[in-house]
Structures are given as C-alpha cells and as structure tokens.
C-alpha cells in the first residue's frame, strides 16, 4: 500500500472486503484492486451474482475471491464475518464500505416509510461503522491498513428528495472524517469517496435514456479513486474525493 505510482500488484498478499462487492460501484472497485494482486472477499445478498463478479476478478489476477452472502443490516452477521475472515486470512488489510440503498417508499418530511427508512440507515451508516470497528483492531496491530467509504454527493449538500439518504450519508460522512483524524496516528488511512450520479442499478431503467446513461459517471471512475489511497505513498492520505459529472447528464 505505499509503493511508487507505476508499480502494479500493489495489493499482492492484501486481502480486502468489499460490501456490496457483486454489481455496480463495489465491483468495479473490486476488479480494479484484483488487478494489483489483491485477494478479495466480496458481499452481498445474491450468491449468483456474487460468483459472477468473483470469477471475473480471478480472471484479471486476484489470486482468491471469496464470497459471502451477508445481510449487512443485520450485526450478527458483520461479526459472524470477521471473525470466519480473521481466522482465516489473519486480518482484513482494505476494507471498502460500498454497500448501501435508497429508500422506494419516499424519504421526506412527507412522505416515507419507518421500516425502510431504518433498514437505511442499518445499511448505509450503521453497517459501514460496526465493520470498521470489527476490523480496526488489527489494522491498530499492525500498524496498516486501508478503509474506503462510499458516500455520495448527497452528502455535501441539502437533497430535498431523498432527505434520509442524505441523512445516512451526511452521517457517514462524518463518521469517515473522524476516522481519518482517530486512525492517522496508526498508519491506517480512512478515505471517502462522494459521486455524483454514476451508472449502475441504482440510477438506471430500461427506461433511462441511453444518451444520458452515456453521460453518468462510470463505475470504473469511482474505482479510479479508491485506488488512489493505495497508489499514493503512506505520507498521504485522499481522505474525501469527490467525483461530478463532466458534462450535464440530462438535457
Ligand atoms: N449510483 C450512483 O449514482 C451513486 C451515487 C452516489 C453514491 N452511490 C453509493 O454507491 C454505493 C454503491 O451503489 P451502486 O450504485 O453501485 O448500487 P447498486 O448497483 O444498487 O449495488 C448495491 C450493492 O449493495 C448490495 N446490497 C444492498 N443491500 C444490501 C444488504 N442489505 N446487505 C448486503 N448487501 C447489500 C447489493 O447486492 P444485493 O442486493 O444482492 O444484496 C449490491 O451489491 C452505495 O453506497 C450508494 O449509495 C451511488
């Protein structure tokens, strides 16, 4: 995690954990730290895609890929998780907090449901501040290691439509800033990263056009910059990237 720009296989020997690491944004950062050598755990719910994405980062060089079938909104299941990677791989060297969910119902002062707006802010807040904890300790041991948080720009500004997701990423956002300033001392970098609107499951339709779908930010990008903290030598830390469209999406 410190070597110069150019090197490849920067994550040789590295295991890291990657929420939501079977579609979208948590798979292409998973494909991009396969690419340095990393050894992956990938977690989501839906085993068979999951295997898709596992099977495709042992193609561009990850030497192990791992999957797990995990409800993060349950603790039980962060902790089962851990303790089954830590005994196996000794201890979790990145850990990426990507997973994460807006609500369906609605999520204003107006309107909203109070089942899903908790399982959101379990998913998107909770989940990435319980596996941090889980894994700090180690990380604390050796003196090393790497947390990638996926925020949003909806966490830089006010989102009048989605005001609970903006709650849960304000949250997060907080949560990784502070982190950065607890953990520094440790050698163990903290970043987040706040895209704008990026092509994936979450913001797509058969119904978007594909112009538009053209113009989003690409899941590749936001993988860009979680590789960042692993290019950049241990006296840097890139602890909050934002990352906008180029040119307007719509219209
Ligand atoms: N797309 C955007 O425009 C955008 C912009 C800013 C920020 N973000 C953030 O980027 C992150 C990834 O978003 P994405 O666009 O890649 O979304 P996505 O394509 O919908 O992928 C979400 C991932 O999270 C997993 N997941 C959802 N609920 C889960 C649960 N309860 N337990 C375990 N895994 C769960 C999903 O797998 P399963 O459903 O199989 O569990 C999937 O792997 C999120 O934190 C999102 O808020 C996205």
Known sequence: MSRPLASKHLLAGKLCLVTGGSRGIGRAIAEAYAEQGAKLALVARTTSQLEETAESCRKLGAPEAHVFAVDLTDGKQLADLVKQLEAKFQMVNVLVNNAGMMSKSGSTPREGDAAEEEMLLKLNTLAPMRLTRLVTPKMVEAKEGLIVNVGSVAALEPMSSVCDYAASKWGLRGWSLSCHENLRK???K???????????????????????????IQPTDIAEAALLAVRMSPSAVPNEITVRPGPPVFG
């Open 186 to 188: 440790d050698n163990i």
């Open 190 to 216: 903290v970043v987040i990263i706040h895209p704008g609107m990026v092509r994936t499951d979450m913001t797509t339709s058969d119904k978007t056009e594909a112009s538009a779908q053209k113009r989003m």
